[in-house]
């Protein structure tokens, strides 16, 4: 999945870059038990097959090109307005509009490019969503694991709401417990406060760019 000069050193960016998060045919997820995943784990079964076709291609395929494959998973599985209204806190309500619009543009193409570079090789991870749901008020809580190669797990819990037409994830947590959104808040909190929108938007474009390695993602 990443390039690194030892497999220690790999696995330790690969659970870094799950939280910040905190994807060649379909192969579908291994489920804890051989059911349906109820209606607020299928958005994340979804992702996760879609995140194992993308580690299939693997980097022979050029970056756009799987940055274009993973953008309309990234769209359906995540409430990312919300995500980044919560990341930015009260703030959000003085930035004017264009400042949002950038905003948001900056954030959807930074989430989506940090999820093909995570998950850039495939080395025989396995994903599996567990079959309890935890309810914290409305919001229900879809609990998973990603098996390594060594057999280690990661666990990340999605907060999924429903929305008028379907569930979206609202947060991550890494460990059930370390959330996406909070530790986002802190670093745009800081950004915001140093350089207002400007600084937060550039900060974002930038690690796209980054992560992109001089790709031309959407515009």
């Known amino acids: 999945m990443f390039t690194l000069h030892s497999a220690s050193a790999g696995r330790h960016l690969r659970r870094r870059h799950l939280l910040g998060l905190a994807l060649a045919g379909t192969v579908t997820p291994r489920l804890a038990r051989a059911v349906s995943p109820p209606d607020s784990a299928a958005p994340i079964a979804m992702l996760y097959s879609a995140l194992e076709?993308?580690?299939?291609?693997?980097?022979?395929?050029p970056f756009r090109h799987r940055y274009q494959q993973i953008t309309p998973v990234i769209d359906r599985t995540f409430d990312l307005p919300a995500i980044l209204h919560s990341s930015v806190g009260t703030r959000w309500?003085?930035?004017?509009?264009?400042?949002?619009?950038?905003?948001?543009?900056?954030?959807?193409?930074?989430?989506?490019?940090?999820?093909?570079?995570s998950f850039d090789k495939y080395e025989g991870e396995r994903f599996e969503l567990m079959p309890t749901l935890r309810r914290v008020n409305a919001d229900e809580i879809v609990q998973t694991r990603i098996i390594?190669?060594?057999?280690?797990?990661?666990?990340?819990?999605?907060?999924?709401?429903?929305t008028d037409?379907?569930?979206r994830a609202v947060?991550?947590?890494?460990?059930?417990?370390?959330?996406?959104?909070?530790?986002?808040h802190s670093d745009f909190r800081a950004l915001l406060g140093n350089g207002g929108a400007a600084a937060l938007i550039a900060s974002l474009r930038q690690k796209a760019a980054d992560l992109a390695g001089g790709s031309q993602l959407d515009s």
């Open 165 to 167: 037409t379907d569930w």
């Open 53 to 61: 076709a993308l580690m299939r291609l693997g980097t022979a395929t």
């Open 93 to 117: 309500a003085t930035l004017d509009a264009a400042a949002q619009d950038a905003l948001h543009a900056a954030f959807r193409r930074f989430t989506i490019a940090t999820y093909v570079a």
């Open 148 to 162: 390594q190669d060594t057999g280690d797990p990661i666990r990340l819990d999605y907060v999924m709401r429903q």
């Open 171 to 184: 947060d991550i947590l890494l460990d059930g417990t370390i959330s996406r959104v909070a530790v986002q």
